[in-house]
């Protein structure tokens, strides 16, 4: 506890200044990158698609390594996949 | 008055917005509770939905928000009104409109599971109201793009200091982009790099100018020095009107941008727009903060700099041109938007900030206060066109903000070039970005109608050539105040909408409905008066003339600020039946909030 409250007061001026610069310069590029890589992984979950339904469309040896890959990520991409969008959704 | 005062005015207002009003409301009418669960912890996705720091956040929204916007608003309504009128609105509009309006669009994006405002609108509201709104976006995205490329287009050409600069700026973004993408490299070395040699550029932007006015005159040659299009403006001769002329050089200057703005279009965002953003971010920021410092301690170091030259007040209504209107209500509460008050402010924090807020006490903060500091960016450029000459409004404010940056030492020529680069940088930056939104809102919109729309290069191009044909038009204040009614008329929109979700959950509503109501009969009432003005001053005295590019301009300006009307009355429409459908409710029993895991 000591040492997080040390930690915090470490941070104190510097590290607000620090976060402010970064969230003006770098957080958007950063959110890209990672909107990349959710893209990127929806396609993994295209491939692994029959081996999750347990239905095998693609040759299955390939899908099937990736499946553990893909099986942390399920969570996530029914929520990307299932939410409700429009056009006004690119502009965050 | 001095800038020091108006400095202390600008921290006064802040600080007193801040702690008693905009806190009384976030903790008796909105009740924040911090154990409360947001949409960023409860569906977090590591994308979209996702917690996060509120300095960081902070810092986010509030450059996302903060751009050309009340940069040029403030130096336009100044030059019309006087400064008194401008600092007046900027102080009223943030302090009762402005915050409220950040706060709420985000706050009703986390009570609202995160969704946008249309899609809220959709539930709320109507179905239609999506629909238009969808419209109202693409029109209101076309006219902001088009006054940035105008105004931009006429300082490169009449500023030749400049261009070397901007060239740089895009080489330097490329080359960020490979930088960091490609090659690797790290983030620290690339952006010393690229920064440090795009400011060389634009410090050494005085020793080139001799080039690109020769360059100028070459293209201005082409056509034997006469101009290609003459037409009537308003606006010129001391706003009593006479004829402009379009010279090859502002076409071509026009056409670059264009250009500049088609490639970060099209071109992957990582390849080009996002780094000329990044390093186009350091060269404006350093600008401002020497500038706003500056302009607190020039009264102490370089008192010359630092004292009002513009007139206070310059009448109630400052004709523009022979049949003109230019009243202080409605056109000044839309010619200063994004200082006191702006739609793109709700509509981005609905979507963009308020999926990453990790806790509820932070909606204050981040989305109160960005508004308010971006309320004293407003302030600045407020205070660089009132301590500069009184020449055109953008070398006006180029020079007072130069003088601002000369107190610390920078020669005042070296200052001046930096100040007239950081405005086209801002300008430059926004409009690429305002290009890319803009055709895949049209791709979304007409992709089923008209498939071809669908390709990026037709999107591009649809879009790029309408923003020619608006900007062609030539009456640079009328497009900037149909800009100004377009967002501030968002802005009233997403307070409606707020309203009425206040209504429907039982909360007091006075705080959001009365500045919707204010800012809806006022941006309506500002774009009938520049229908009027269009159609008076520019189309029927060119169409007398048998002058054909302007009417056809200012036709197709007359005619999307009627569609907006006849959209905001649709949707200001179902607003007031769906308020008064939750008013006749009865108030919904609390419901416990999802704690926080």
Redesign the interface.
């Known amino acids: 506890m000591a040492n997080e409250a040390k930690a915090k007061k470490k941070g104190g001026l510097l ?2 200044f620090k ?11 950063t ?2 990158a ?2 990349q890589r ?1 893209s990127m992984e929806h396609l993994f979950i295209l491939i692994t698609m029959g081996d999750l339904l347990g239905v095998p469309i693609l040759p299955p040896y390939y899908s099937l390594r990736l499946l553990p890959y893909v099986t942390p990520q399920i969570a ?2 029914k ?2 996949m299932l ?2 969008r ?7 | 008055m001095n800038t020091l005062l108006a400095v202390i005015i600008g921290m006064l207002t802040v600080y007193l917005t801040y702690t008693r009003y905009a806190r009384r409301i976030d903790r008796n009418v909105i009740q924040s509770d911090p154990k409360r669960a947001t949409p960023a912890t409860l ?8 917690p ?2 509120k ?10 928000i903060a751009a050309a916007g009340p940069i040029v608003g403030a130096i336009v309504a100044a030059n019309l009104w006087g400064w008194l009128p401008a600092i007046i609105w900027l102080v009223l509009g943030v302090s009762f409109i402005g915050w409220a309006s950040d706060y709420s669009g985000i706050v009703i994006s986390i009570r609202n599971d995160g ?5 809220i609108a959709h539930r709320l509201v109507s179905p239609r109201s ?1 629909t238009i ?2 419209m109202f ?1 693409f029109f209101y995205l076309l006219v902001g793009a088009s006054a940035f490329v105008g105004i931009m287009a006429n300082v490169m050409e009449s500023q030749p200091r400049t261009h070397l600069g901007i060239i740089l700026l895009t080489a330097m973004g490329l080359l960020l982009g490979q930088m960091l993408y490609r090659w690797r490299t790290g ?1 620290v070395g690339a952006t010393v790099l690229t920064v440090g040699v795009t400011l060389l550029g634009i410090l050494a932007g005085p020793w080139t100018e001799g080039i690109f006015k020769s360059f100028n005159a070459g293209l201005n040659a082409i056509s034997g020095g006469t101009p290609l299009v003459t037409y009537f403006d308003p606006t010129l001769a001391n706003f009593k009107g006479a004829d402009a002329q379009i010279m090859p050089s502002l076409l071509f200057w026009a056409i670059a941008i264009c250009v500049f703005c088609y490639a970060g279009s099209v071109l992957p ?2 390849r080009m727009a ?1 780094p000329v ?2 390093v186009g ?2 060269i404006s ?1 350093l600008s401002i903060v020497l500038g706003l410092v500056g302009a607190a301690l020039a009264t102490f170091i370089k008192p010359e700099v630092a004292q009002f030259v513009l007139p206070a007040f310059k009448g109630w209504n400052p004709q523009l041109g022979p049949a003109g209107i230019m009243p202080l209500w409605p056109m000044l509460f839309v010619t200063i938007a994004c200082g006191a008050i702006s739609g793109w402010h709700a ?2 924090g ?4 308020a ?1 990453q807020i990790e806790n509820e006490a932070d909606m204050l903060p981040v989305g109160g206060g960005s508004m308010l500091c971006e309320f004293l960016l407003g302030l600045l450029a407020l205070l660089a066109v009132a301590v500069g000459s009184k020449g055109a409004p953008v070398g006006a404010f180029a020079t007072g903000l130069g003088g601002f940056i000369s107190v610390w030492g920078v020669p005042l020529q070296y200052a001046t070039s930096l100040a007239f680069a950081a405005f086209i940088v801002i300008v430059l930056v926004v409009t690429q970005l305002l290009f890319r ?1 803009m055709r ?2 049209l791709s ?2 007409l992709g089923d109608v008209i498939p071809p729309v669908r390709s990026q290069h037709v999107s591009s191009f649809v879009c790029i050539a309408l923003a020619i044909l608006v900007v062609m038009t030539g009456t640079w204040i009328y497009l900037w105040q149909l800009l100004g009614g377009a967002n501030q008329l968002m802005a009233a929109l997403a307070l409606l909408l707020v309203t009425v979700w206040l209504a429907s959950v039982g909360k007091s509503w006075y705080y959001a409905g009365l500045p919707a109501v204010f800012m809806y009969v006022t941006t309506i009432a500002s774009l009938l008066v520049t229908s009027y003005n269009l159609y008076f001053n520019v189309y029927q005295i060119n169409l007398a003339a048998g002058r054909v590019v302007p009417v056809i301009g200012s036709g197709l300006m007359v005619m999307v600020a009627l569609l907006l009307i006849v959209a905001a009355l649709f949707i200001g429409f179902d607003g007031w039946r769906a308020f008064l459908r939750y008013r006749r409710r009865p108030a919904p029993a609390p419901t416990p909030a999802t704690a926080r895991a």
């Open positions: 590290g607000i976060d402010i610069v970064y969230g003006m310069s770098s957080h958007e590029m959110r890209h990672v909107r959710a996530g991409w929520r990307r939410r409700e429009d056009v006004t959704d690119i502009l965050g | 569906y977090m996705d590591g994308v979209d939905f996702m996060t720091n300095n960081i956040l902070f810092g986010y929204h509030f450059k996302s969704n946008s405002l249309s899609a999506r709104l969808f976006i983030l965002i990582w996002q953003v990044y971010f350091w920021a509509l981005f609905s979507v963009g900030t999926r939104v895949v809102t979304e919109w």
